[in-house]
């Protein structure tokens, strides 16, 4: 039997994304599509200009969309599509009634008691779960997985931490559906790179940091890097590219790094991809639009792995509404259920 799952928040992009990613799960059902209270009580179908995929799920088409309110929410996994200002409002309230909430939103991301996981990174955060119910009294709880740029680099500094990694530089090129709909003005975009994304530059430094530490049974102490930010959006619909420099204690190759990358576990999970990281040899890969489906969007792509005075220095590219959004929540509540939290 599957297990029933909502979306909330799911009419804007990431929602719709979750809904075309649950269609035909092999674990999950969707059992609700919550949304703003001028939705309520209307057809999924007749209010969603489907913005991610050329046709629309049948299996959502008819659905009522109901309050984002326990009451009124039959599910047993709840996947918060939301802005951060409501989900900080709504997500303890599914949490409190005992809904797993598993959380795209940044609002409690960095709160020192909710597990910030990427599942191939760091699934022994999970353990916070325990440590949040207690805290807070709840029979439910929240996972969150992280900014959408900040999981395609942490994919790459997972590998690397072992080769003795010490500081990171990073400057994105971010595709328009990071910004949702309608997002960046056309003519804002149009022959043009704007080099500010509000709040971007600090849950890139910061969040790394998270996810890298180490839980030490009660908390999580921050990873010894550091991690400077530059982020900009581009005119890519598609695909966040990232341009890293990465700086060790010790001397360190080329083909230490390329093997580090290859070498990275993928995990027998229905989102799973076959590599976690592609390694591309040519010299003008990666490139968003060739590389940001790889994996079915659940792969990062790097290419021009190159030493330089500073370090090593490389550019890697993956599917923002994938793997750095919907796919990542979607990945995390699979390992729940793996891992009998669920």
Same mark, same amino acid.
């Given at each position: 039997? %599957?297990?029933?799952?909502?979306? !909330?928040?799911?009419?804007?992009?990431?929602?719709? %994304?979750?809904?075309? !990613?649950?269609e035909n799960h /092999?674990?999950?059902? +969707?059992?609700? *599509?919550?949304?703003?209270?001028?939705?309520?009580?209307? +057809?999924?179908?007749n209010e969603v200009t489907w913005l991610v995929s050329a046709n629309m799920p049948k299996c959502v088409r008819d659905?009522? $969309?109901? &309050?984002m309110d326990p009451k009124y929410v039959d599910a047993d996994i709840v996947f918060s599509a939301l802005p951060s200002d409501v989900a900080k409002e709504v997500e303890p309230k599914f949490s409190e009634a005992g809904f797993v909430v598993a959380s795209n939103a940044s609002a409690y991301r960095m709160v020192d008691d909710v597990p910030l996981v990427i &599942?191939?990174?760091?699934?022994?955060? !999970?353990?916070?779960?325990?440590?949040? %119910?207690?805290n807070r009294g709840w029979d439910g709880f929240i996972v969150t997985n992280p900014n959408c740029t900040t999981i395609m680099l942490v994919l790459t500094l997972k590998p690397l931490m072992e080769l003795g !990694?010490?500081?990171?530089?990073?400057?994105?090129?971010?595709?328009?559906? @990071?910004? @949702?709909? /309608?997002?960046? /003005?056309?003519?804002?975009? $149009?022959?043009?790179?704007? /080099?500010?994304?509000? @709040?971007?530059?600090?849950?890139?430094?910061?969040? &790394?940091?998270? +996810? *890298?530490g180490k839980f030490d049974g009660n908390k999580v102490i921050p990873a010894p890097i550091t991690v400077s930010a530059s982020c900009h959006r581009v005119a890519v619909v598609d695909g966040h590219t990232e341009a890293v420099w990465v700086d060790f204690y010790k001397d360190v190759e080329v083909e230490e790094v390329a093997k580090a990358f290859e070498n990275m576990k993928s995990l027998n999970l229905p989102s799973s991809p076959e590599k976690v990281i592609v390694v591309r040899m040519e010299k003008d890969r990666p490139q968003p639009r060739l590389d940001r489906n790889e994996g079915n969007g659940m792969s990062v792509v790097v290419g021009r792995i190159r030493k330089d005075a500073w370090g090593i220095k490389y550019i890697v590219t993956g599917h923002n509404t994938v793997r750095g959004a919907a796919g990542a929540s979607i990945l995390n509540a699979e390992l729940m259920i793996k891992e009998k939290i669920i």
């Open positions: 039997m %599957k297990v029933k799952v909502a979306v !909330l928040g799911a009419t804007g992009m990431v929602g719709q %994304k979750f809904v075309q !990613l649950l /092999p674990w999950f059902k +969707i059992s609700a *599509l919550a949304a703003s209270e001028r939705r309520v009580g209307k +057809i999924y179908g659905i009522e $969309m109901v &309050p &599942p191939e990174v760091n699934s022994e955060h !999970l353990s916070l779960i325990e440590v949040q %119910k207690k !990694l010490k500081s990171v530089r990073v400057a994105s090129m971010q595709a328009l559906s @990071g910004a @949702g709909y /309608p997002g960046v /003005p056309s003519m804002a975009i $149009m022959d043009n790179v704007i /080099p500010y994304i509000s @709040g971007e530059e600090d849950k890139v430094e910061k969040e &790394p940091l998270k +996810i *890298l």
